[in-house]
């Protein structure tokens, strides 16, 4: 493709003309799905395009799947919500979005914000309620989001500085790989039926009478499946006990709790169960995961991995080993089902966790997006239409009002997919447009197998995605630029960890508010702006970003 040369408002990453539009322009701009972003699809050339965006997008989708899953089951929802999310996500963000180069999809930022939800709300309201109650908050951070689009609020993504946004990704790096723990030892958090379960198993079919006796147990906590199937047997028969075990089981198994020392209380009392083929199947798909990236980006690296652990569970033929299928049910293939919004109780502490939910999720995506969308033109060398920070804010309000709609949850811009995107050769949405219905097609036809992969291989997947979220170059980056930043970074990171996501980032924004008339180190106009430039963005120089391109699925957070 011919390029030409960047002009000023290119490399400002937006144009001008964007600035002098009226507001009905820009509203009927941002309405328009073909805009100039689709520019490479020239007379003469377009097949070239369309068949280098089309095999960019297979294997993006390849490797989404598996990631997918994985960040919805860790954010408390089911696996089939991470799939049909991401591909919607990933077609509405072509058609609306900002950039040329973005691809969209479930990020690691947003399990912890996610799973302190449904963690707290699903034993209260149940699974339908707890998710409508995400939905809503979808739905006002996505009319936020479009506002904030109108009114050209793009820009202030910049004011995050970039010491803060690295302690940031620290924090939820910490707090993911320590809520896979349970999954890569094999360990369970306990089991507790409660009058939700009980619905949900007189649901599934299981007899009136023995609904009857585990109506008993509502309430009581055990602390090994040992302790509540030994509870269980002193009241049901053993052929009672039988036809409903696995499906009790799974109703009463806790998850891990969202909390930091919560969680280290749980690890602590259960680490007695620790099975060594979990922690095996885990290590082989980390392994396997990461240096089938280092040889090729071409890999669908996450997909062979789990599909490695299906073969090696079999092998290790050990019943106590806990599959999707078991823990979830099995993956539909019906994927469209709408979920409307809900509003499961007026009471004080829900319409709080509605507009903590609703800030969180603005931000992560808002954030995210445009450092997402700014790395993409910088790794492409974007000499065409740069992103545009405006229409970027609109297009994630459509994200987080259609997806949630869906079956689906909060999704944004997916920086290492993103990177891989553009390495495999992507210069269009297009590429997202064809990740969408790929994806798609290809879980359907893998359901089936997709149900008999070990959760261990799944917390295998996201520890590889903990450890690769902050490479050492940003950390690099901010002890460059003083002890003030190192706080800053050291300060979020830690209150990200014990408390959680909102309190993290605020507590740095307060103290850099404060103090950094005072301590802050003046920027040098004259270097690199993608070193010298810490506040709000986060692209690193070229074989970092290389780096990132071949680390293909790692977690995609605002770094």
């Given at each position: 493709m011919r390029k030409t040369e960047p002009t000023a408002e290119h490399r400002g990453g937006r144009p001008d003309a964007a600035r002098e539009r009226s507001l009905a322009e820009r509203i009927k701009y941002f309405l328009t799905p073909i805009d100039a972003r689709f520019e490479d699809l020239r007379p003469g050339t377009w097949p070239l395009?369309?068949?280098?965006?089309?095999?960019?997008?297979?294997?993006?989708?390849?490797?989404?799947?598996?990631?997918?899953?994985?960040?919805?089951?860790?954010?408390?929802?089911?696996?089939?919500q991470g799939i049909v999310g991401g591909a919607v996500a990933g077609l509405v963000g072509a058609l609306f979005g900002g950039s040329k180069y973005q691809v969209y999809g479930p990020t690691a930022a947003f399990i912890?914000?996610?799973?302190?939800?449904?963690?707290?709300?699903?034993p209260r309201f149940g699974f339908e309620q707890s998710h409508g109650t995400l939905v809503l908050a979808a739905l006002f951070a996505g009319v936020i989001l479009m506002?904030?689009?109108?009114?050209?609020?793009?820009?202030?993504?910049?004011?995050?500085?970039?010491?803060?946004?690295?302690?940031?990704?620290?924090?939820?790096?910490?707090t993911i790989a320590l809520s896979q723990v349970g999954e890569v030892f094999g360990l369970h958090a306990g089991f507790k039926l409660t009058e939700h379960e009980l619905v949900e198993l007189k649901a599934?079919?299981?007899?009136?009478?023995?609904?009857?006796?585990?109506?008993?147990?509502?309430?009581?906590?055990?602390?090994?499946?040992?302790?509540f199937l030994a509870g269980l047997g002193g009241s049901l028969s053993t052929e009672e006990l039988a036809s409903c075990e696995e499906a009790v089981c799974k109703e009463a198994e806790l998850k891990m709790p969202p909390?930091?020392?919560?969680?280290?209380?749980?690890?602590?009392?259960?680490?007695?169960?620790?099975?060594?083929?979990?922690?095996?199947?885990?290590?082989?798909?980390?392994?396997?995961?990461?240096?089938?990236?280092?040889?090729?980006i071409y890999i669908p690296a996450p997909l062979i991995a789990i599909g490695a652990?299906?073969?090696?569970?079999?092998?290790?033929?050990?019943?106590?080993?806990?599959?999707?299928?078991?823990?979830?049910?099995?993956?539909?293939?019906?994927?469209?089902?709408?979920?409307?919004?809900?509003?499961?109780?007026?009471?004080?502490?829900?319409?709080?966790?509605?507009?903590?939910?609703?800030?969180?999720?603005?931000f992560v995506s808002g954030v995210e997006s445009l450092l997402c969308s700014r790395m993409a033109d910088r790794l492409a060398d974007n000499r065409g239409t740069p992103f545009d920070p405006t229409k970027e804010f609109w297009g994630q309000g459509l994200v987080q009002i259609i997806v949630p709609?869906?079956?689906?949850?909060?999704?944004?811009?997916?920086?290492?997919?993103?990177?891989?995107?553009?390495?495999?050769?992507?210069?269009?949405?297009?590429?997202?447009?064809?990740?969408?219905?790929?994806?798609?097609g290809?879980?359907?036809?893998?359901?089936?197998?997709?149900?008999?992969?070990?959760?261990?291989?799944?917390?295998?997947?996201?520890?590889?995605?903990?450890?690769?979220?902050?490479?050492?170059?940003?950390?690099?980056?901010?002890?460059?630029?003083?002890?003030?930043?190192?706080?800053?970074?050291?300060?979020?990171?830690?209150?990200?960890?014990?408390?959680?996501?909102?309190?993290?980032?605020?507590?740095?924004?307060?103290?850099?508010?404060?103090?950094?008339?005072?301590?802050?180190?003046?920027?040098d106009s004259g270097g690199d702006s993608s070193v010298k430039e810490p506040e709000g963005d986060t692209v690193k120089e070229g074989s970092e970003v290389e780096a990132q391109g071949r680390d293909a699925a790692a977690a995609e957070v605002a770094s």
């Open positions: 395009v369309v068949l280098r965006d089309a095999s960019a997008g297979l294997i993006v989708a390849m490797m989404a799947i598996p990631l997918a899953m994985g960040f919805a089951m860790a954010s408390g929802l089911k696996p089939e912890p914000v996610i799973a302190g939800l449904m963690i707290a709300y699903t506002l904030a689009g109108v009114a050209q609020l793009g820009r202030l993504a910049r004011l995050v500085p970039h010491s803060i946004v690295v302690g940031f990704t620290i924090g939820i790096a910490v599934k079919g299981v007899a009136e009478p023995i609904l009857g006796k585990l109506a008993t147990f509502t309430d009581r906590e055990f602390d090994t499946r040992t302790q909390h930091f020392f919560e969680k280290l209380k749980v690890i602590r009392v259960h680490f007695g169960e620790f099975k060594g083929d979990a922690l095996l199947l885990a290590l082989v798909t980390f392994l396997a995961t990461n240096y089938l990236l280092k040889i090729s652990g299906i073969l090696l569970s079999y092998a290790l033929h050990d019943p106590e080993l806990t599959t999707i299928g078991g823990k979830y049910g099995a993956i539909p293939t019906n994927f469209f089902v709408l979920t409307p919004p809900l509003l499961p109780s007026w009471e004080w502490d829900v319409l709080v966790n509605i507009a903590y939910l609703t800030i969180a999720i603005v709609l869906l079956n689906g949850f909060p999704h944004t811009g997916a920086l290492a997919r993103t990177a891989t995107n553009i390495k495999l050769g992507a210069i269009t949405p297009l590429a997202g447009i064809f990740k969408c219905f790929l994806k798609l290809l879980a359907y036809f893998l359901a089936r197998y997709l149900e008999l992969v070990p959760m261990a291989c799944i917390g295998g997947i996201l520890m590889w995605v903990a450890c690769n979220m902050v490479k050492p170059a940003e950390i690099k980056q901010v002890f460059a630029h003083g002890w003030f930043h190192i706080l800053l970074m050291a300060v979020t990171a830690v209150m990200v960890i014990v408390t959680d996501f909102l309190t993290g980032v605020l507590s740095g924004m307060a103290l850099y508010g404060a103090l950094f008339r005072f301590f802050d180190t003046p920027r």
